[in-house]
């Protein structure tokens, strides 16, 4: 693995299995991560700041007091790709979910976008106690994944959920999250994304507010995975996503047919694409006249998804949907009426999530399970699809 896997932030909170965390950090760097550790100021009565200095070859504070000259706590958040949070503590679970930033590392957490994991360890007691379970959910609403503590012998002679997971369960959920796993080796996955535009003449088109960002980073995920991607795109900007095999269409028609083509022999369809939902009856050959543009005959187009949700074998198909209202029952309703396996239901009231770089939604899949997102990444997004595809998958 190259030393390019990412960016990390290891924030330690102040627990027994802080020095686990030593042992964490040099996995994390064997797999190409680089580091920074952000302990919280009293982690440090664990584990001192020269073991995690000389750990990750980098300086090491733990309040915003240090080096303020560097603004470090904007600036290391904003070169974060990803946190690992090992241990978390009650108290820190507790300040995270309060949007508290009375350290560094609550700084960082609030002042960031990326994808976070937090690994608990504490006593049973406090992991069961209403507080900690109400705020351990309200992480999860928000996109982090949060790891169970394990059962076995505490500290003391008491037993019980608490336990810091072994260390290589830890990689291997933190490499699920980055998508530093290989597990679509061998899938043939199928992406549609931008928006279709309808042709009225020459120069004047129907089309929609969609970026293409989605499934951008639908691709990129699928293709780290290890999964031979072919985009389908429509009017979106692929020039940052160098070698994947890309059909460019314009209208629902034309992706219609690239679809048609490319489907059999797909394992997963995502159809992440704005498709037009109607187009002009005609289409003028020369441009219209400003004094004729009073009114444009329109005709439904297929429903693409539906199309191929009708003729699906073998494969796995992903759907989205833009709902300003009644998200989950709408959502379900397509869920079923298209066949599908999963759904990510986007809302879009007040044009929220267009052209943007964070996504707020609800993922709903045919086996009944409703995960609620906040404002998290597109990229956090597609590896969370991408891991609930995989499960189905096989
Ligand atoms: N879709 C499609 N073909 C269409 C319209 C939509 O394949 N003609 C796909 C989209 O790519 C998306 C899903 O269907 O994955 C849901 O799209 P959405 O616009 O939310 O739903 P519609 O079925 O168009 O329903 P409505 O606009 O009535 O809410």
């Known amino acids: 693995m190259s030393a390019t896997s990412g960016e990390v932030v290891l924030g330690v909170g102040a627990g027994i299995a802080a020095y686990k965390s030593a042992d964490l950090l040099r996995r994390l760097q064997d797999r190409g991560y680089a580091v920074t550790v952000v302990p919280t100021p009293s982690s440090l009565n664990f584990v001192g700041a020269a073991t995690w200095q000389a750990l990750s070859g980098r300086p090491v504070a733990s309040t915003i007091w240090e080096n303020t000259e560097k603004v470090s706590h904007i600036s290391i958040a904003q070169q974060a790709d990803y946190f690992l949070i090992a241990p978390a503590t009650a108290d820190l679970i507790a300040r995270i979910a309060a949007g508290r930033a009375d350290d560094l590392l609550t700084n960082l957490v609030l002042a960031s976008n990326a994808a976070m994991l937090v690994v608990p360890a504490m006593h049973p007691q406090m992991w069961s106690n209403p507080a900690t379970v109400a705020n351990v959910a309200t992480l999860r609403s928000r996109g982090y994944i949060v790891m169970e503590p394990e059962y076995g012998r505490l500290t003391g002679d008491d037993f019980g959920q608490g336990r810091f997971p072994e260390i290589a369960k830890i990689v291997s959920q933190f490499d699920a999250m980055t998508g530093n796993v290989a597990d679509f080796t061998g899938k043939r996955v199928l992406i549609s994304g931008g928006g279709t535009r309808e042709a009225i003449d020459p120069v004047r088109f129907i089309g929609n507010r969609s970026s293409g960002k989605q499934?951008?980073?639908?691709?990129?995920?699928?293709?780290?995975?290890?999964?031979?991607?072919?985009?389908?795109?429509?009017?979106?900007?692929?020039?940052?996503?160098?070698?994947?095999?890309?059909?460019?269409?314009?209208?629902?028609?034309?992706?219609?047919?690239?679809?048609?083509?490319?489907?059999?022999?797909?394992?997963?369809?995502?159809?992440?694409?704005?498709?037009?939902?109607?187009?002009?009856?005609?289409?003028?050959?020369?441009?219209?006249?400003?004094?004729?543009?009073?009114?444009?005959?329109?005709?439904?187009?297929?429903?693409?998804?539906?199309?191929?949700?009708?003729?699906?074998?073998?494969?796995?198909?992903?759907?989205?949907?833009?709902e300003t209202s009644d998200l989950i029952d709408s959502a379900r309703g397509k869920l079923v009426?298209?066949?599908?396996?999963?759904?990510?239901?986007?809302?879009?009231?007040?044009?929220?999530?267009?052209?943007?770089?964070?996504?707020?939604?609800?993922?709903?899949?045919?086996?009944?399970?409703?995960?609620?997102?906040?404002?998290?990444?597109?990229?956090?997004?597609?590896?969370?699809?991408?891991?609930?595809?995989?499960?189905?998958?096989?």
């Open 215 to 322: 499934a951008l980073a639908l691709v990129r995920a699928a293709a780290k995975r290890g999964a031979q991607v072919h985009l389908v795109a429509a009017n979106m900007d692929t020039s940052q996503l160098g070698a994947i095999s890309t059909t460019h269409v314009e209208s629902a028609a034309q992706m219609r047919a690239v679809l048609a083509e490319e489907f059999a022999s797909c394992d997963l369809l995502i159809m992440c694409a704005a498709v037009a939902d109607a187009r002009p009856v005609t289409t003028r050959i020369e441009k219209i006249k400003k004094r004729l543009l009073t009114s444009i005959e329109l005709e439904p187009n297929p429903d693409l998804l539906a199309e191929l949700g009708a003729r699906k074998e073998h494969q796995i198909l992903v759907g989205f949907a833009a």
């Open 337 to 394: 009426a298209k066949g599908l396996d999963i759904i990510y239901v986007n809302d879009v009231s007040n044009g929220a999530i267009f052209g943007k770089d964070t996504t707020s939604g609800i993922i709903l899949t045919r086996t009944g399970a409703e995960i609620a997102l906040k404002e998290v990444s597109k990229d956090a997004l597609a590896n969370v699809l991408l891991d609930y595809a995989i499960r189905q998958l096989g």
